[in-house]
């Protein structure tokens, strides 16, 4: 199998619509297949990496020359051919939780793993942003399928946060300083939902067709505020496989939004404004440093 000439990695973050741009990949994979190129899909690659960045786990704190070998003959395997290969994995920035720390993503997770693989090619970035305002509450819920949160913890983060609002910028800084020789492309989640097409083709690198229009993901879709309410009640000391069974089971069967349950919003409008203007002056001060790295649509998008 030739070498990869091009490794283009989707970072994420979390609640960006990450799920849904996978899973369009994917329905077109074949089709991309076609143009020399190989997109790796986070069910094969996911598990891989998660291997390698834990923590706990023997390879992330002996990682080493050894151990980045056996990772890259591992990597191997999953291709299928093209030298230009596509990845996307929320997790290499870390997990859903790191969203209420500060900095937000403190780990950069498993960026190692694709620091090691873009040694002797060429590599680009993606990322995709959104305002805290929505994206942390969704990060609760999605936080809460595997982890019982301490009492009245959501409320004391977000107090922390409205005060001392998290930053995008800080994020990309420290992502171009690990790979000052990468390109990086950012796009807002609004603009993902308006110009889904065009921004799946700039992350492709060509023009490989039509990407399918896919509805947005079930298991992704924010839940009500009473299943946010039950769920946290769940026993605290339930494996995380039942755990995330149960959740989900709420979620999405017993107390989906709709039928008078609203959706979850624990901020309140003077906080959410702070986090929203903090949201603008990101974009305002990325586009002043790194000229060019956020997407525009074109004319015709």
Same mark, same amino acid.
């Given at each position: 199998?030739?070498?990869?000439?091009?490794?283009?990695?989707?970072?994420?973050?979390?609640?960006?619509?990450?799920?849904?741009?996978?899973?369009?990949?994917?329905?077109?994979?074949?089709?991309?297949?076609?143009?020399?190129?190989?997109?790796?899909?986070?069910?094969?690659?996911?598990?891989?990496?998660?291997?390698?960045?834990?923590?706990?786990?023997?390879?992330?704190?002996?990682?080493?020359?050894?151990?980045?070998?056996?990772?890259?003959?591992?990597?191997?395997?999953?291709?299928?051919?093209?030298?230009?290969?596509?990845? +996307?994995?929320?997790? #290499? %920035?870390?997990? &859903?939780?790191?969203?209420?720390?500060?900095? /937000?993503? $403190?780990?950069?997770?498993? *960026?190692?793993?694709?620091?090691?693989?873009?040694?002797?090619?060429?590599?680009?970035?993606?990322?995709?942003?959104? +305002?805290?305002?929505? #994206? %942390?509450?969704? &990060?609760?819920?999605?936080?809460?399928?595997? /982890?019982? $949160?301490?009492?009245?913890? *959501?409320?004391?983060?977000?107090?922390?946060?409205?005060?001392?609002?998290?930053?995008?910028?800080?994020?990309?800084?420290?992502?171009?300083?690990?790979?000052?020789? &990468?390109?990086?492309?950012?796009?807002?989640?609004?603009?993902?939902?308006?110009?889904?097409?065009?921004?799946?083709?700039?992350?492709?690198?060509?023009?490989?067709?039509?990407?399918?229009?896919?509805?947005?993901?079930?298991?992704?879709?924010?839940?009500?505020?009473?299943?946010?309410?039950?769920?946290?009640?769940?026993?605290?000391?339930?494996?995380?496989?039942?755990?995330?069974?149960?959740?989900?089971?709420?979620?999405?069967?017993?107390?989906?939004?709709?039928?008078?349950?609203?959706?979850?919003?624990?901020?309140?409008?003077?906080?959410?404004?702070?986090?929203?203007?903090?949201?603008?002056?990101?974009?305002?001060?990325?586009?002043?440093?790194?000229?060019?790295?956020?997407?525009?649509?074109?004319?015709?998008?």
């Amino acid at each position: 199998m030739e070498p990869v000439k091009e490794l283009r990695v989707h970072l994420g973050a979390h609640k960006t619509a990450t799920t849904h741009l996978q899973d369009t990949l994917l329905a077109h994979q074949n089709n991309i297949a076609l143009h020399g190129i190989d997109y790796i899909p986070r069910e094969r690659f996911g598990p891989l990496q998660r291997r390698f960045s834990d923590p706990s786990r023997w390879r992330k704190n002996l990682w080493s020359w050894p151990v980045e070998r056996l990772f890259k003959r591992q990597f191997q395997k999953l291709r299928e051919g093209g030298d230009v290969v596509l990845l +996307s994995d929320e997790d #290499l %920035l870390g997990y &859903a939780y790191d969203l209420f720390t500060s900095p /937000i993503y $403190p780990d950069l997770r498993g *960026l190692h793993t694709i620091r090691s693989l873009a040694k002797d090619t060429k590599l680009k970035l993606f990322l995709g942003v959104r +305002s805290f305002d929505r #994206l %942390l509450p969704s &990060a609760f819920a999605q936080t809460i399928k595997t /982890i019982a $949160p301490e009492p009245d913890w *959501l409320d004391e983060v977000l107090t922390n946060m409205s005060r001392t609002p998290p930053s995008w910028v800080d994020l990309v800084d420290r992502l171009m300083a690990m790979f000052p020789d &990468a390109s990086l492309m950012l796009w807002r989640y609004e603009d993902y939902s308006a110009h889904s097409q065009e921004i799946l083709t700039s992350f492709v690198g060509q023009d490989v067709g039509q990407f399918p229009e896919l509805p947005p993901p079930v298991r992704t879709t924010s839940p009500s505020h009473d299943a946010i309410l039950k769920a946290e009640k769940i026993d605290r000391h339930l494996a995380v496989e039942e755990r995330r069974a149960q959740v989900r089971r709420i979620y999405y069967e017993e107390l989906p939004i709709g039928d008078g349950r609203t959706a979850f919003k624990p901020l309140d409008q003077a906080d959410a404004a702070r986090l929203v203007d903090r949201y603008e002056q990101d974009l305002h001060d990325l586009e002043q440093r790194y000229p060019r790295m956020i997407f525009k649509p074109s004319a015709t998008s």
